[in-house]
C-alpha cells in the first residue's frame, strides 16, 4: 500500500528516534531517520513529498544550522521543529527561516499528523509548481525570437495595438503572432496562459525587444 509521504527524521536522541519512526510508521509514513544533521546531509535523498521533523538542539550542527544549510542549497523541503527546551529566538529564528510548524515536547499523535500533512501537501504544491515551470520554459524556448518578444509583453498586459508599437510591426501581425505563440504555449485562451504562466519570470535576455 502506498504510503502518505516520507518523513525525515532527525534527532540525536536515541529513544525519541525510536518511538516517532514507530509510530510514523504505523500512521502510514515512510520513514528515514538521522542521528545528526550531518548524517542527514551525507545521506538523505530527495522524495516527493517530504517533511523535515527536526530537533532543535543538536551537539555539531544545531536544527537552525541544518535548516540554513538546505535553505542555501535550494532544497524547498517543508520543516517542523521539536523541542523541549527551546527560548523564543530560537523559536522566531526558526519561523523566520520559513519553518512550517514548531512542536514542544511532548506533542500529541494528532499535532503530529497535523504537522506533517500541512507539510506534505505544500511539498507537493511546491513540486507541482516546478514541475509546470519547467514546462513552460521548455514551452517559452520552442518560440521564435519575435515570439518571445510579444509573449513577454502579453504577460505585462499588453493589447495588440500597444505590442505593436512597441516592437515596431501592424496590429494584425501582431495578431497573428498572439496566435502562434497560444498554439506553441499549448493554450487556447488568456485565462488557460495566466494559469499556466503563474509565477513564470521571462528570462532577461529574451525580453528585450529589437
Known sequence: MATLGHVFLVDDDHDIRLHLGNLLRQLNYSVSDFPSAQDFLRSATKVTPSVLLLDMRMPLMSGLELH??????QWQLPVIYMSGESHSQEIIDAMKGGAID????PFTQSQLKDAINNGLDLDLQRHTSNLRLIGVSALHKSLSRKEQQIFSLM???HGNKTIAA??????DTVKKHRAQVLEKMQVSSFAERLALCKDFVVPESESLTG
Not at 514548531?102 to 515536547?105: C, R, S
Open 102 to 105: 514548531f512542536l514542544w515536547k
Open 166 to 171: 512597441e516592437i515596431g510591426v501592424m496590429p
Open 68 to 73: 540554513k544549510l538546505l535553505t542555501a542549497q
Open 155 to 157: 504577460l505585462q498586459g
